[in-house]
Every structure is written in structure tokens, then in C-alpha cells.
Nanobody, 126 residues
Framework: QVQLVESGGGLVQAGGSLRLSCAAS????????MGWFRQAPGKEREFVAG????????TYADSVKGRFTVSRDSVKNTVYLQMNSLNAADTAVYYC???????????????????WGQGTQVTVSP
């Protein structure tokens, strides 16, 4: 059974940092793209960052460029999201996901992803 487990969320003051982790189990995802999404109350789930199977291609939402860094460790089947200079607009539940397809691409649309974690709450206080 495929399982994605996020960790690392919490409460942080504006300007602070957090590092999210997402550990995958049940199968290997070394040839699949992975991504991070977030959903704030009353809003649609939105793309945050993603990377291709090797981690050599990365894409970020404009709102997080220069502040967030996504990476993966294929040996550990884990993807990370380093978040710096956090602000109140970053408050949301963060989800990691694994794409439906293999290939050397980064997917930004949520419908391209087949497996999702349960989410981890990130709250940034003013």
C-alpha cells in the first residue's frame, strides 16, 4: 500500500523557517515527479513546488520563488521543502504528492498527481 507521510509543520513567527519532509513507502518513486501543494482555509489547493524524477528540474510558484527550496533523496524515497522568510500568506496545510506518470518533467497541476499525503499544518504568526 502506497503511503506518503509529511512532517515538519508547526507554528513559526514571520521571517522564520521550517523544513518539511515527505517520506514515501509501499513502492519506489525514483522515476516519478513529486510535488508540494498547499491549501489555506476557503481556498483551492495550489501548487507550491515540484521536481522531476532526478531532482534536476524544479519549478516553483511565483509566490515562493527565492524563499522555498524543494529537493529529494531518491535513496530514502523522501522529498523535502525548505521554507525560509515565511509570512502569514504561507499559512496553510501542506501536502506532498507523487505524479501519475514517469518522465523527465515537472507537473504543476494537481490532477497530474496520483498519491497524496495527509498534510501537515504550517502556521505563520505575524
Amino acid at each position: 500500500q502506497v503511503q506518503l507521510v509529511e512532517s515538519g509543520g508547526g507554528l513559526v513567527q514571520a521571517g522564520g523557517s521550517l523544513r518539511l519532509s515527505c517520506a514515501a513507502s509501499g513502492r519506489t518513486f525514483s522515476t516519478y515527479a513529486m510535488g508540494w501543494f498547499r491549501q489555506a482555509p476557503g481556498k483551492e489547493r495550489e501548487f507550491v513546488a515540484g521536481l522531476n524524477w532526478s531532482g534536476g528540474r524544479v519549478t516553483y510558484a511565483d509566490s515562493v520563488k527565492g524563499r522555498f527550496t524543494v529537493s529529494r533523496d531518491s535513496v530514502k524515497n523522501t522529498v523535502y521543502l525548505q521554507m525560509n522568510s515565511l509570512n502569514a500568506a504561507d499559512t496553510a496545510v501542506y501536502y506532498c504528492a507523487v505524479s501519475q506518470w514517469t518522465g523527465d518533467v515537472v507537473f504543476t497541476h494537481r490532477h497530474a498527481y496520483a498519491y497524496w499525503g495527509q498534510g501537515t499544518q504550517v502556521t505563520v504568526s505575524p
